[in-house]
Nanobody, 119 residues
């Protein structure tokens, strides 16, 4: 059973930065992804990273967000720069696999970490 613990969220002003951390218990994971869910909206996939470090991003965060992983610590990070009010959401990490160009989450969900960006 994979356990995911997200942290690092907070309230910041537009243009500022945050780094989210996801501690993952269990076996080595092939791939991981960060999702976000704004209040009252559907969850969306923000960034993924495979076992080789290949990354993929939602168009609206390209150039501002960076996903990375530390395999020795079983941790995944999401560095977020130049934050915008529309980045406000609860952020969740998952583990999964990448098949072709698609990421498939196969872990459960952690409790998430809240990011709020004021204008």
């Amino acid at each position: 059973q994979v356990r995911l613990v997200e942290s690092g969220g907070g309230l910041v002003q537009a243009g500022e930065s945050l780094e989210l951390t996801c501690k993952i218990s269990g076996n080595i994971f092939p791939a991981a992804g960060w999702y976000r869910q704004p209040l009252g909206k559907q969850r969306e996939l923000v960034a993924t990273i495979n076992r080789l470090g290949r990354t993929d991003y939602l168009d609206s965060v390209k150039g501002r967000f960076t996903i990375s992983r530390d395999n020795t610590e079983n941790t995944v990070y999401l560095q977020m720069k130049t934050l915008k009010p529309e980045d406000t959401a609860a952020y969740y990490c998952t583990t999964g696999t990448v098949i072709g160009a698609d990421y498939h989450a196969n872990s459960g969900w952690g409790s998430g970490t809240q990011v709020a960006v004021s204008s």
